[in-house]
């Protein structure tokens, strides 16, 4: 999420901070509620090669909705450090494509 400062308060990232990681067990609890109430047999593994292709796919979508200015270019790369973090192996985390496109 990026903030447009001057709309806010000087303390209201610390406020906002402080609360929401009082409803993180919350948030996990909702979450967990929600995967468990997936079927299991909606679930599917994908193979590597589709999930490489799966992810491209995804980049691609990414950038192109971005470039018709439906998603900001730098929430698209505080995202992509998300994913990076989370899953620093990704193939998309040794490439710039979110970050370098015209």
């Known amino acids: 999420m990026i903030l447009n400062k001057t709309k806010f308060s000087e303390d ?3 406020k906002s901070r402080a ?3 009082t409803q993180f ?3 996990m609890q909702l979450v967990k509620q929600s995967d468990a109430s997936v079927p299991a047999a ?3 593994e994908l ?6 292709k799966y ?3 995804l980049r691609e979508s990414r950038v192109d909705i971005a ?4 998603y900001d270019k730098r929430g698209l790369r505080v995202i992509k450090k998300v994913r990076c973090t989370v899953n620093p192996s990704d193939p998309e985390c040794s490439t710039k494509s979110e970050e370098e496109w015209k």
């Open 19 to 21: 609360y929401w990681l």
């Open 47 to 52: 193979s590597p090669e589709n999930a490489y």
């Open 55 to 57: 992810t491209l796919m």
């Open 42 to 44: 909606t679930w599917m």
């Open 25 to 27: 067990d919350r948030a």
């Open 12 to 14: 209201f990232g610390e």
């Open 67 to 70: 470039q018709k200015g439906l």
